[in-house]
Every structure is written in C-alpha cells, then in structure tokens.
C-alpha cells in the first residue's frame, strides 16, 4: 500500500512539473565578501562562497500580455567569512528572472527573502559588528549568462548577496558576499511549448507619488527613530516591459538628531533630520508587480560624507490603475539604513 502511495505522489510530482514549462536549478559560486568598514577585515578574511536550488517557473501565457519573466523560489547556503565569528547563512527567497536579451539569453535576476544567520553580535562575539539578529532580510542581483540546449542548460552568474535587518537592530553593518558562479538547469517542458517571445506591460506608468515609513536604530541599545519618505517619480523612457524613471526623494529622518543626542547629549534643529536627495531607476514588470532599481545621492544631507551615494530595491504592487503598495531597502555603499514600506498613488501617462 505504502509503494502505491508512493507511486501516486511521485506521478503527481511529475505531472506538475510536466503541466508547462518549469526549470529545477542548482549552482555554485566563489567569492569574497566585502568589508566595507575597517573593523570588518578581522573576520571577513577567508573565501566565500554560495550554494543554492532554485524551483522556476515560467508565467502563464494566458495572462492578458503572457510572459517570458520567470518567477520561482530558491534555498540558499552563504558562507561569508570566519566561521566561529561570522558563521553561516541559510535563506530562502523568491526569484524573478527577466531577459535583458531574450536571443542571446541574457537575464537580470532578483532575489529577495529572510536569511538565518548562526553568528551574530553579542558580548561574548563582540568582534563581529555586522549583523544583530539571527533573523535577516536578504537581497540578491545577478547577471545570468544562460547557454540552451533541449533540456540541460548549464548557466555562468555573476551575483551580489546581501543580508541584514534594515537597521532594525544594532549593530547592521550588513554581509556583502559577491560571487562568480556556475549553475546547471534541467527543463521540464510542457507538451504544447510555447515558443513564442512575450513581454510584460507595464502598469501604465506615468508620474508616481510615495508615502513610506520605516524605523531606525543608529546605535546599540539606542533609541527607535521614524523615517518618513515622500518620493516622486516621472516616466523618462518606456519599453517593451520596462522604463527608466527620475525622481526626488524628500526624507525626514529623525535617527541624525536621536543618536547625536544619545551620544553627546546635543538637540538639533528638525531641520537637520530633513534630507532632499534625487535618483534614477529602471523597472521592469511582472504583471501589476514591479520591480525597481533605483540609485541617487543628495543635495541636502548633514551626514553627507557617509551617505553620499544610496541605492534600492522596492517591489510595487498594484491593485488599479493609480493605487498601491511599495516595500523596498534603501542601502548605502551597500549598507542597508532602512526598510522602507507605504503605498504608491500613479499618475497614468496619457495615450
């Protein structure tokens, strides 16, 4: 009975995997991690590397624009550094794979999920000031050279691991683990492939307005501070299933005036926690979710020499043709400050 049993999940399995194009992955990459800060180097000192399994499928062409965007989820192992200081990381995360050159099977691929880190801060580790909490976010950008064959299809990557919790907790200097890498996809191919190249629209952008909010922590043990956004974006280039996009970011971050205070007992002016800052992005769609890639720098900012440079990663997703939600990261060189997460009113562009 129990070989029957067996039998039947095993056929149910393979049917899944059989109903349309899906992918099951597996690659390896070799690295070095970057100490971004010089109290860094005492334990980022050895090789790094990354292991992971990838599920992918490809997105249904019966969507109203049908897709050759592949979405999945992956199980990732990151060794990062010294093992007793820094240990190891275990994530799991949902991938996005969209073709920058479809012919020549050139993809950007995204990352993003929650990684377990088994070393972190405390006082008996105190060396190891990167990261807080065992409980992390983690970003993932890769560039993927993928070579096609009928079903075995061996990849070469190029990808940069991040994991931290967003200033959440002191301290998060963040692990930056870039990789160079190798990979080999199987294809379970549907009985009617579908060959043709389809694109994701857009959700008809046009000018955006953000609301986001968000918490800080500048110091151990110091205080809680608001982060509050408000971003424009404006249509500069539209594609076939992306565009690039300008725009100012207004930020009030109240964490400059609480940890000079916690440190030196010194009251700021509120003006002093106002940051104006531009950027350009570029996004692609997946449906009414889109993924954006944003990077900028700033006009007005007292911790300039610090933060001269910042980037994002923000998915937006869309219940109309005007309203909705945003979650991102905004980093800087690379160190994340703060999860940013609010909602997002759009302008369509006029037909």
């Not at 801060?121 to 807080?132: H, L």
């Not at 500048?218 to 982060?227: A, H, L, M, R, T």
Request: charge should be positive.
């Amino acid at each position: 009975m129990s070989k029957l049993k067996y039998f039947f999940i095993l056929k149910f399995v393979f049917s899944y995997l059989t109903a349309q194009v899906r992918w099951v992955e597996l690659d390896a990459g070799y690295g070095y991690a970057i100490p971004h800060h010089e109290d860094m180097a005492y334990y980022l000192n050895e090789h790094a590397y990354r292991l992971s399994g990838t599920f992918l499928q490809k997105r249904s062409s019966a969507l109203p624009y049908g897709s050759n965007v592949r979405k999945g989820l992956s199980f990732m192992f990151i060794h990062a550094g010294e093992k007793n200081v820094v240990g190891n990381a275990f994530a799991l995360a949902y991938v996005l794979r969209y073709p920058l050159v479809n012919k020549a099977f050139f993809y950007l691929e995204t990352r993003t999920g929650v990684a377990y880190s088994t070393c972190i801060y405390t006082k008996d580790n105190y060396f190891f000031n990167a990261i807080g909490t065992h409980w992390n976010a983690l970003i993932d950008v890769a560039l993927i050279k993928q070579f096609s064959f009928s079903k075995w299809q061996p990849f070469v990557h190029l990808s940069w691991n991040h994991y931290s919790n967003g200033a959440l907790s002191m301290p998060n200097l963040g692990i930056n683990v870039p990789v160079l890498g190798l990979g080999l996809s199987y294809q379970f191919a549907s009985s009617k492939p579908d060959s043709l190249v389809h694109y994701e629209k857009p959700y008809k952008p046009g000018i955006d307005v953000f609301i986001l909010g968000g918490i800080t922590q500048k110091k151990i043990e110091g205080p809680y501070s608001p982060v509050l956004t408000l971003s424009f974006n404006k249509l500069l280039k539209e594609q076939k299933s992306s565009f690039w996009h300008g725009g100012f970011d207004f930020i009030y971050d109240k964490s400059i005036q609480d940890n000079l205070y916690f440190l030196h007992d010194t009251v700021l002016p509120a003006s002093k926690n106002v940051k104006i800052g531009y950027h350009m992005g570029w996004v692609y769609a997946v449906g009414k979710l889109e993924v954006d890639l944003e990077i900028g720098s700033y006009v007005k900012n007292v911790n300039f020499s610090k933060e001269m440079i910042f980037e994002r990663l923000t998915y937006q997703y869309f219940f109309n043709n005007r309203f909705g939600l945003r979650f991102g990261l905004r980093a800087h060189f690379a160190k994340a400050d703060v999860i940013e997460m609010g909602i997002v009113w759009r302008k369509p562009k006029k037909s």
